[in-house]
């Protein structure tokens, strides 16, 4: 088991990041796509493997949080596919083996007595556009050691988010894609993500791990009510 850290705001500079990496003993850095730093135009392949290789690194890769494949908008959908298909291409060049991804619950129309997912109540034209998008993926993927791993956000168990789910056991159908366990956020969901992933420990492949307290999550390990070394046998299981 390879231990890394998540990109920090408080630097903005990839080298010093990569420094402190080694500095503390870790193996990877995962570069967040949520930073301006980060676009798949501004990430320069030649300097990254320059970095990497200066401090015995590597890299994984957080795609966008508000990534959508499965948008009703097609031009949309189509520019977030694409933005991934590049980034595939990108972790090939840097040998990056994760891409790390969140599936959205989308939007939501709020009735007097209740809210409406829009992808629960048009789950076929959502699970079709995410089955257009794993299959894409799979191809751009191809033979290359690269896994796009499903982190866990709270959603797999909500009786009003049920699509998601579904759309996970989608993904989990091809052999491109696979698991990451964020125990934080299992935590701060009533421990509701974990029977999913314990049903799927063949694909985990990756953990955010943090702490979490009630719905607070993101806390530093201590801080929180979670057991990480009990959180991390699940693992050893999946070996």
Not at 124 to 149: H, M, S
Not at 173 to 188: C, E, I, K, M, R
Request: aromatic share 8%; hydrophobic share 40%; with cysteine.
């Amino acid at each position: 088991m390879h231990f890394g850290m998540p990109t920090l705001i408080e630097i903005k500079s990839i080298n010093e990041t990569a420094a402190l990496c080694r500095e503390l003993g870790l193996k990877f850095v995962e570069l967040n796509m949520n930073l301006p730093e980060s676009q798949v135009n501004r990430l320069d392949t030649l300097r990254l493997a320059e970095i990497a290789d200066k401090y015995g690194i590597y890299y994984t890769i957080h795609l966008d949080e508000n990534l959508n494949p499965c948008d009703f908008n097609e031009r949309v959908s189509a520019a977030y596919t694409e933005t991934v298909i590049q980034t595939i291409n990108i972790a090939k060049k840097l040998n990056v083996p994760i891409l790390n991804m969140h599936l959205t619950s989308g939007v939501y129309f709020t009735l007097p007595e209740k809210k409406v997912l829009l992808f629960e109540e048009y789950t076929d034209d959502y699970l079709k556009r995410l089955t257009d998008f794993r299959d894409v993926c799979t191809a751009t993927i191809g033979n290359a050691n690269i896994k796009i791993c499903i982190e866990n956000c709270g959603d797999y168990a909500r009786v009003a988010s049920l699509f998601v789910k579904k759309g996970l056991i989608l993904l989990l159908g091809s052999p491109a894609f696979g698991l990451t366990f964020d125990v934080g956020h299992n935590a701060a969901a009533d421990y509701s993500d974990e029977s999913t992933i314990m049903e799927n420990t063949d694909r985990l492949i990756h953990f955010h791990i943090h702490d979490a307290k009630g719905k607070n999550s993101h806390l530093i390990i201590g801080d929180g009510s979670v057991d990480v070394k009990e959180r991390g046998k699940i693992d050893l299981k999946a070996q």
